[in-house]
């Protein structure tokens, strides 16, 4: 039997699907604890008290100085030394919720400072408590800016669940080394596990990617182009605005 004619069995295809569908629940995991932890780390490092300034910037800075794979490690040797169950599994989605945190919070902390200073003031002079200015005005326009990079960080994260797969994560990587290894065709298994990582990425990238257009205000029209190439001309568009101030 050739290396390509295992995958004409369907039992092959369920056996990958299953592990990108374990790759695809620790992703999903990852981006909601990642985003609420990283939203309240990046409000903490504007803060206007130095001391809680301080201790959320050392954390970004610490995390983004570490290889991801050394908090894999920490995690599930550590919870074992704790006498914690070492689930891998729980191991990894922690280690990376940790370190994608870190990258999380620069994004948003840099989308709300990208909102002009005036929207706060106009809508305080609204009558808007300051919670509510940041939650109606402030954070809806700054959610719309960082779209873009937040889904590229995501995408990220689901490349570093492939990490897990030194530390046995039973993911899509994990059970390609199985598959490969029990039918001796590595180059083929390989090329069919990246082909299913790649439509799972490039879809996403195509997401930022159209989420990036609409922000600089492109209007989508009837012409034709070729699928991969992007619209050069909507690179120097202004971004229209959306505050509902300027209404």
Known sequence: MSGWEVFADPS??????????????????VIVLSFCLGTLLALASIAPWRPVRRVALTYVHVV???????FML????????????????VSVAVALTV????YISEIVRGG???????????????????????????????LRAVLPP????????????????????????????????GHQNPIETLLVA??????????????ARRFELSRLGAQSGPRRRIWWMPRLGHFGAEPQSHSVLSR
Request: aromatic share 14%.
């Open 64 to 70: 983004r100085g570490v290889p991801v794979y050394l």
């Open 112 to 142: 709300v400072l990208s909102v002009a200073a005036g929207q706060l003031e106009a809508a305080r002079s609204l009558g808007f408590s300051p919670l509510g200015a940041f939650r109606y005005v402030v954070f809806p326009q700054a």
């Open 194 to 207: 990246g082909s299913m990582y790649f439509v799972v990425l490039f879809t996403l990238s195509r997401l």
């Open 74 to 89: 920490a995690v599930y040797f550590g919870g074992s030394r704790l006498g914690l169950k070492g689930d891998v599994a």
């Open 12 to 29: 092959i295809w369920l056996f990958l699907l299953g592990g990108l569908w374990v790759t695809l629940q620790i992703s999903a995991v």
């Open 150 to 181: 937040l889904i590229n960080q995501y995408i990220v994260a689901i490349n570093g669940t492939s990490i897990g797969a030194v530390i046995g994560l039973d993911e899509l990587l994990h059970r390609s080394v199985i598959l490969y290894n």
């Open 99 to 102: 370190y994608t945190t870190a």
